[in-house]
């Protein structure tokens, strides 16, 4: 599993994804957890998973285990 603190726009985790490792990022910032989780939605979309290994959190990685 990569566990990503400062996941920003989701990059790492789409690679994970690619390479078959599942994933989640916490990400401070509203808008760019909003953007995360578009960009994990059209990457889902365009490889026709149905179901994400990736999640995208909103939160502080100070409060690692609240979030995940």
Sequence with gaps: ILLDPFSGIGTSMVVAN???INAIGIE???EYVKYS????????KKLKISKSIIRSNH???KKLCEIV
Excluded at 37 to 44: A, H, R, S, T
């Design 37 to 44: 989780k578009e960009k994990i939605e059209l990457y889902n």
């Design 28 to 30: 401070l910032d509203d």
């Design 59 to 61: 939160g502080n990685c």
């Design 18 to 20: 690619r390479m078959g």
